[in-house]
Structure formats: structure tokens, C-alpha cells
């Protein structure tokens, strides 16, 4: 016991050193000679060198490199989740290092272009790999686990590392000393960056060996960085000094790498050593036994018949244990309760000449046992006697109850017993009856029936066998049940993991997707604004460009609506919709204009041809919807359809009328069907195509068209079918309840708003094109408008003109400004004037309205993109109060 106390120590204070800064002689001899180095490039004075500063560059790729696939390696097979994420970002830095040093080559004929690009690409590439490693290592130290996989970590530092580079470009690379004398102030947060992973390492050194090796070299990179800071150019003796450090400072961290290798290495050897030596003593353990047994059995050889008696006394018990120790390792090598039980009664039918054998499980609650497994020999048996496998015995007075209690139960003659279970065996023709419980702390889960047909046929030896092989089976079939326990629990906390995953992945979408909206709203303003008014004004246009106009509208209108139910990301809630009127059949016709360019001229282009098939069913009945969405929900099946036909095929887009009843259907339904002639979907990819985020398209797919579709269907109450066959294509369907003439009638139209009256305005944007378009459009409509870029400025226009003879009639302001928003111009003109109307126009406008989240002092809330009608509609809400002021 103590040498197995001993083995366990030695790993044990391996991990305890690992929280000290032990540094290896190597390590120590590297820092000083390159440190030496560079103290005698300062002696002796500031010069350039060329080359040496390319040998450094070389040096600090080569490095960075070797570090990274080290790292990775030793992270890969220790199961130390630290390596593999500062393996990442040395490898990100090692490939911007690589480039920084690439570029300075002399390179000829083809080559040339690396060489023309050194005067941009090699000042944009040092910055950024300066950067990386130590904001890799600190995101490796301080983010949660999830954050650290190799796919994400990697791309966020390379995205940082593009991002790095025009400002690297842009920026002076030298300047004039500041600071201190500082020359670079570019680089004057790596320092501090390297400061904060010294910081960190020693805060967190005892979490693993490696944090004081890669603390020390954060402190020596400080001192290289600095020196950075006053370089005055590309190789200056600064620069050379700062090089020789960070090669040094990368040597010393692979040095202590090696040496940790070397560490683990002989802690192994160490504890194979002691196991060997556990072995001997073991061996040495087992011949002692065997020398005394066969001292024992030669001291009986005196005795024919006595020693002949040992003898077979010893092989039996040889034999049992043998076979003891066969049940016990083929027990041991599963995993299922089910299959540990099947082993166990099919080796004692085998070899023990068992008459009839099997395993029942106790219910405790019940009182109960049920037969869990019956020997393949003892079958026909137990269906005789009313014990085959699921049969349940009550737990009688007699032999089950001493049992269930932990007791071995042995019966020379059941017949002789009244009680019901013996009775049952009895009738079997079985006489002889062993039962062993099969008890885990102290507690009795199963009972081990075996029994004979010859009385009084059970030795002890048999007795003691069946009690040490329970033991055996009970502590397999425990472990059985706790694997399987621990299974479930493992697969339902990785069900967990993946939903808290996508969550997470939905929130930071929905997030970023509120961003988006308000961008995309702002951008297609001005596009909303002047094809509505040249819709309404321009009353020459050809036939030809109207309809190109009110593509281009009803494209805008759809992306608003998309852009509006990004936010469903992120939103609990179900948005409501308003209702009215499609017809499937027009809206059809808009679809395949919409995607003509994926379905015709896309294909063509790679000499693919794709046959569009069109069905449509005259009159066929409206249904109720919101337009925008299905046609949105067509156009991903339309898209998904091509996709599924790489080679080619037939494109159909069918519409039909179902009666009540016609399938199966419970009432009438206006089917649309979008049907391909590719690929097909399997049964499980069938089965699976609507869940989010899956898909078969790899890279290029996100797994949320179908999902989409399916969205639509259910806040439509719609029904989705699909139909596919692999090899030869899918058909999908969209079901909807036809609407009836009173739901097509109570659809209000539109209102129409007579312009108002001529209104001096002020109109607030830090948009200059949607300010300028909103301008145009509002002096069309024959208002005087002043525009004003931000906050600030139109406060004070505001305040001129109240102050003055012509004030404005009402105030036009954005929300999201920078430096004074909206809200604080609402609040400065209600102060100035508290009847000026106040309208608030911004991309966030939905999500104020439904949140009701109208600031203070705005009178009305317009979204963008703006809509005239809507507009007017709010200025004309103002004529009775603006009047006088206009």
C-alpha cells in the first residue's frame, strides 16, 4: 500500500512545482546571451543592419511556428485545454510574421510581385502579429471554454489581424519622438498588452505548469516591446535588440516546453517502473501461494487416499476459480446489464451442469421479482414452470424472503418445502436449490436462482462458488447501471450544451441582426422615398418602367419586412401581422422575376440548363397572408431547388384548388407546390431539413431556409409537406385555408391622405443621401425644408428661427445620432416651443412601437424606410397646431 501511495506522489508534486518559476539552464543561458547581444548593439551605437534585422525576422517566424505546432500537439494528447488555444494564436502570428518576413526577399520573374509589395504589405504585417499573440493568450486565459474551439478562436484572431492591417498602412510607421522620445506610438500598447499576460499568468500560474514559463516570457517580451518603441527605422539597433529579445523570449518558452515534455516523460517511466515492480511482488505473491500448495500436497501424499481426495478438492477449486476468473473478465468487458446476465447463466449452464438457471431483478416498492434472464438450456424449463423472462414471483415467506435480505439460501430437497416459489421448481422435477443474492452496499437489487434435478446435489464448494460469483455479478450489473446512468446523464447534458449553444448563437444573431436593420433601413430610405414619388408624380413613364419602378418598391417593401423579422431572432414575442388578401398566382409570377437570375442566367453561365415548368390554376381562391413573407418563403424554395439541381433538370412551380376531403384533408385547401428534379434528400435528411441550422450544403449553407419556410407556414396556419426521392428529386407544398369573401372584404384599403397645406420644416439626419432625398421629396410635396446634418446643428436652427419671424411648423429628426440624438433634440425643442410637433423617424421605429418605448416629447414615430403616404398622413395630423406657425 504504501508504494501505490508513493507512485500517486510523484505526478502529484510534478503538478504543486508547476506553480513556481523554475527555469530550465538552457532557458537562462539563451536569455543572457542574446540579452548580452543586445545590450552590445547599444554599445555600440545606433546603426542599421540589414541583413541581420532579415536573419531576426526569419528567426521569430520559425519560432512562433515551432511554438504553435508544440503546443498543439502536447494540448492534443494531455487533455489540457490551455495548449490548444495559445497554439492557435502563436500560429496566427506566426503567419502574419511569416509574410512580414517573406516580403523582404529579392524575388525574380514571377515571384516579383511579393518583392513590389514589401513597401505596404511589410508595415501592415509586424503591427498586427505584435497584437495577436498577446490578445490570443489573454482571451486563451479569461474566456469561457466555449469561446476557445479552434474554428472560432482562429477566426476572430485572423478577422482581428485583417482589421489590423489598413490602419498599420494608413498610420505613420515612424514619427517624430513623443512620449518620451517614443518613435513608434503604434505599438505602444503591446507593452502593456505583454504586461497584462504576465499579470495573468502569475494570477492564474497554479491552473497549469506552463503559466510561469509563459509569465516570464511575457515580462521579457514587455522589455523587447519597449525597445520597440524608439526605433527610428526597419533595422536600427532598437529594432535589432528588440528582435534578439523576443527570439530569446520564444527559445525559453520552447525550452521549458521540452523540458515539461521530459518532466511527463519520466513521471511515466517513473510510474511504469513501480507498476512493474507491483507486478513482481505480485508474481512473487502467486508463486508463494502456488509453493504452498504444492507443499501441502506434497505432505498428503503419504496418504493414497487423502491426498487423491485433496487432489480433486484442489483441482475443483481450481477449476472454479478459474472459471471465476473467466466469468469475471467477460463480465467485466461489457457495459450492459442485460448482456453481463447472459454471460453469467450461460457459462453455469455450461460448465456446472445446472439444470436450470436464471437472474431476477427485485423491486423493493413492489415486493416483487421479475425473471431478467433465463439460460438458453433452462428455456424450455422456465416456460413449464411460468418463468420466462419479464415473469414476475411474489416474494414468499420461506427462501425469496431470507434471500432479498442478503442471505444465501441453499435447500438440499425443495420437495420437502411448502412454501410457493419451491413448490413451482418442484413441480419441474428440480429438487436441489440454491439462491445467492446479489447485494451492493447492503443493499439486495437482484437473486441468482440455480437449481438441480438430483436432491442433496450442491457441495459447499458449490455454495461458496455461487456466493463469490453473486458478488462478482452484483458489482458488474452496479457498475452496468451506473454507466448507463452516467450515459444518460452525458447525453442529456450534451442535449443541454447544444440547445444553450444555439441559444447563444440566436441571441448574438438576433443582436447583431438589430444593428443590421437599422443600417438597412437607412440605406433603402432614399430608394423607398423617390420610387414612390416618382410613382405618383411622373405620370409619362412607359408602361415598361412602371413596372420596373414597382418591382423595385415591392423589392424594398419585402426587405423591410425582412429586415423587420430579424428581430424575431432575439424576440419572444410572435410579431403581429396584418392580414389581407394574396393572390398565389401573381405572387408566383413575382417570384420567378425576382429569381430569374438564379434559375436562368447563373446556371447558363456554367453551361447549365434548368427547364422552368409553370401550372397555375385560373381563379384560384385568395388566401390570407401577409405577401412579403410568402413570396419570401417561394423564393428560398425556389433557390433550394436550383441549389438541389447542379447538373441541371426541370424547375415547376404548380398552384391548384383542393376540395374538402380530396387526400384525407379535413377542409378545402389553395395548394402551392415548388418541385425539382435533383438530387433528393434521403429519409433522415427528409425528416430533418426543417430544424434550424441544419444543413447538407456545408460552408455554403446556414440551415435557416427551410426553417424560415416553416415559419411562414405556421404563422400563416398552413400545412408543409415534402415529398422527396434520392436521385430523382423533391416536391414541397404549401397548404393554406382559402380565404372567404367576408375576410377579403374587411380588409381596410389603404387611406389616402390629401397633401397638407404648405409647412416650413426642419429636417435632422446624420445621413447626408437619406437627408438630401427627404428634402427633394418633402419640397415636392411644396413644404420649405431646411436640412441639417446632426443633433447639435439642427438644435440650433431651431432655435434661430423660434427666435426669428419663421419659425418651423414641426421638427423631422432621426433617432441615432452621434454626439446628440434624437431624443435630446426632442427634448431641446419642446423646451423652445412646447407645440412644435416633434416627429421621430428611424430605422428602430418597429421595435419602439411594439416595445412602446416612444421616447419623451416625439408626437409621432415614423419607421424607415419611410413611406410617403405615411408622411403626409403624419403632417397632416399637425395642420391644426402648424398652422400658425407656417
Not at 412602371?546 to 423587420?564: G, K, N, P, S
Not at 414615430?861 to 408622411?871: A, D, G
Request: hydrophobic share 50%; charged share 20%; net charge neutral.
Amino acid at each position: 500500500m504504501s508504494q501505490r501511495s508513493d507512485a500517486v506522489s510523484v505526478p502529484m508534486a510534478a503538478v504543486e512545482a508547476g506553480g513556481r518559476l523554475n527555469l530550465p539552464r538552457s532557458s537562462a543561458v539563451v536569455l543572457l546571451s542574446f540579452g548580452l547581444t543586445a545590450l552590445l548593439l547599444f554599445l555600440i551605437g545606433y546603426r542599421v543592419y540589414p541583413f541581420l534585422h532579415t536573419i531576426l525576422n526569419t528567426g521569430v517566424f520559425l519560432a512562433s511556428g515551432v511554438l504553435a505546432l508544440l503546443l498543439w500537439d502536447m494540448g492534443a494528447g494531455a487533455g489540457r485545454p490551455l495548449l490548444q488555444p495559445l497554439a492557435i494564436s502563436f500560429a496566427i502570428s506566426s503567419g502574419f510574421q511569416f509574410v512580414h518576413a517573406i516580403v523582404e526577399v529579392e524575388w525574380f520573374g514571377a515571384l516579383e510581385a511579393i518583392a513590389l509589395s514589401q513597401p505596404w504589405l511589410r508595415p501592415a504585417t509586424w503591427p498586427p502579429a505584435a497584437y495577436i499573440l498577446p490578445i490570443g493568450i489573454l482571451c486563451a486565459l479569461w474566456l469561457p471554454p466555449a469561446w476557445l474551439r479552434a474554428p472560432r478562436l482562429g477566426l476572430v484572431l485572423l478577422l482581428l489581424g485583417a482589421a489590423l492591417m489598413p490602419p498599420s498602412i494608413w498610420l505613420p510607421k515612424y514619427t517624430v519622438p513623443v512620449w518620451s522620445g517614443v518613435t513608434r506610438p503604434t505599438l505602444l500598447f503591446v507593452p502593456l498588452l505583454w504586461a497584462l499576460v504576465g499579470w495573468g499568468c502569475w494570477r492564474r500560474r497554479g491552473a497549469d505548469r506552463l503559466l510561469s514559463s509563459l509569465g516570464l516570457m511575457a515580462v521579457v517580451l514587455v522589455g523587447a516591446h519597449t525597445a520597440m518603441l524608439y526605433s527610428r527605422t526597419t533595422a536600427d539597433t532598437p529594432a535589432l535588440a528588440a528582435h534578439l529579445i523576443i527570439v530569446a523570449a520564444y527559445l525559453t518558452l520552447l525550452f521549458s516546453l521540452m523540458r515539461h515534455a521530459a518532466t511527463d516523460m519520466l513521471e511515466r517511466s517513473r510510474a511504469e517502473r513501480e507498476l512493474a515492480q507491483l507486478n513482481l511482488i505480485l508474481e512473487q505473491r502467486v508463486s508463494e501461494r502456488t509453493a504452498q500448495l504444492e507443499q501441502a500436497n506434497a505432505s498428503l501424499q503419504a496418504q493414497i487416499d487423502v491426498r487423491l481426495q485433496a487432489e480433486r478438492k484442489l483441482e475443483t477449486q481450481l477449476s472454479r476459480l478459474d472459471l471465476l476468473n473467466r466469468i469475471t473478465r467477460a463480465i467485466g468487458e461489457r457495459l450492459d446489464l442485460k448482456s453481463i446476465l447472459q454471460v453469467v447463466v450461460r457459462t453455469l449452464e455450461d460448465n456446472l451442469q445446472i439444470d436450470f438457471c436464471c437472474i431476477c431483478l427485485y423491486d423493493v416498492q413492489a415486493g416483487q421479482l421479475s425473471v431478467s434472464c433465463v439460460g438458453v438450456g433452462s428455456a424450455g424449463l422456465a416456460l413449464q414452470l411460468a418463468m420466462a423472462e419479464d415473469a414476475v414471483i411474489d416474494v414468499d415467506e420461506n427462501g425469496l424472503a431470507r434471500c432479498v435480505k442478503g442471505e444465501l439460501v441453499y435447500e438440499p430437497d425443495i420437495g420437502a418445502v411448502a412454501s410457493p416459489f419451491p413448490q413451482r421448481l418442484a413441480g419441474g422435477g428440480l429438487r436441489a436449490l440454491v439462491m445467492a443474492p446479489l447485494l451492493v452496499e447492503s443493499t439486495v437489487f437482484g437473486v441468482l436462482v440455480t437449481a438441480r434435478r438430483a436432491s442433496a446435489s450442491f457441495r459447499s464448494g458449490d455454495c461458496e462458488f455461487l456466493r463469490q460469483l453473486s458478488e462478482h455479478v452484483a458489482l458488474a450489473a452496479h457498475q452496468a447501471r451506473l454507466h448507463a446512468a452516467l450515459r444518460q446523464s452525458y447525453d442529456e447534458l450534451r442535449r443541454t450544451q447544444q440547445i444553450v449553444l444555439q441559444q447563444e448563437r440566436l441571441r448574438a444573431l438576433g443582436q447583431m441582426a438589430s444593428g443590421i436593420a437599422h443600417d438597412i433601413n437607412n440605406a433603402i430610405s432614399p430608394v423607398a422615398l423617390y420610387t414612390e414619388s416618382l410613382l405618383e408624380t411622373e405620370t409619362a413613364l412607359s408602361a415598361r418602367a412602371r413596372t420596373y419602378l414597382e418591382t423595385i418598391q415591392r423589392a424594398i417593401e419585402d426587405v423591410a419586412q425582412t429586415v423587420a423579422r430579424m428581430r424575431e431572432f432575439y424576440r419572444q414575442q410572435e410579431p403581429q401581422m396584418r392580414l389581407a388578401p394574396v393572390q398565389l398566382n401573381m405572387l408566383v409570377e413575382q417570384v420567378l422575376g425576382l429569381t430569374r437570375a438564379r434559375w436562368l442566367d447563373m446556371p447558363q453561365q456554367s453551361g447549365v440548363v434548368i427547364e422552368l415548368v409553370t401550372a397555375l390554376a385560373p381563379e384560384l381562391p385568395a388566401v390570407m397572408g401577409v405577401d412579403s413573407e410568402i413570396r419570401e418563403a417561394l423564393i428560398n424554395l425556389v433557390f433550394n431547388a436550383v441549389d438541389a439541381m447542379p447538373e441541371g433538370g426541370v424547375l415547376t412551380l404548380r398552384t391548384r384548388s383542393i376540395a374538402a376531403g380530396e387526400g384525407g384533408r379535413a377542409g378545402a385547401r389553395v395548394c402551392i407546390e415548388v418541385a425539382d428534379t435533383g438530387i433528393g434528400m434521403d429519409e433522415d435528411t427528409r425528416r430533418r431539413c426543417l430544424e434550424p441550422f441544419f444543413t447538407t450544403k456545408g460552408e455554403r449553407g446556414t440551415g435557416l431556409g427551410l426553417a424560415m419556410v416553416y415559419g411562414v407556414a405556421q404563422r400563416h396556419n398552413a400545412d408543409i409537406e415534402i415529398d422527396s426521392w434520392q436521385g430523382a428529386g423533391s416536391v414541397l407544398r404549401l397548404l393554406f385555408v382559402p380565404a372567404r369573401q367576408a375576410e377579403a372584404a374587411a380588409v381596410a384599403p389603404a387611406l389616402a391622405y390629401a397633401l397638407p397645406p404648405r409647412l416650413r420644416l426642419l429636417v435632422i439626419d446624420d445621413d447626408p443621401v437619406l437627408l438630401r432625398s427627404l428634402r427633394n421629396i418633402l419640397e415636392t410635396d411644396g413644404h420649405a425644408v431646411t436640412s441639417v446634418h446632426g443633433g447639435a446643428d439642427g438644435i440650433a436652427a431651431f432655435e434661430l428661427a423660434q427666435a426669428g419671424a419663421t419659425p418651423f411648423a414641426a421638427v423631422i429628426t432621426d433617432l441615432g445620432m452621434p454626439y446628440v440624438d434624437g431624443r435630446q433634440v426632442a427634448a431641446a425643442v419642446k423646451r423652445c416651443a412646447p407645440a412644435a410637433p416633434v416627429i421621430l423617424l428611424t430605422g428602430w421605429g418597429v421595435q419602439l412601437l411594439e416595445d412602446d418605448d416612444i421616447p419623451a416629447h416625439v408626437d409621432y414615430v415614423l419607421s424607415k424606410p419611410p413611406k410617403l403616404r405615411e408622411l403626409r398622413a403624419a403632417l397632416a395630423g399637425f395642420q391644426p397646431r402648424a398652422a400658425a406657425a407656417g
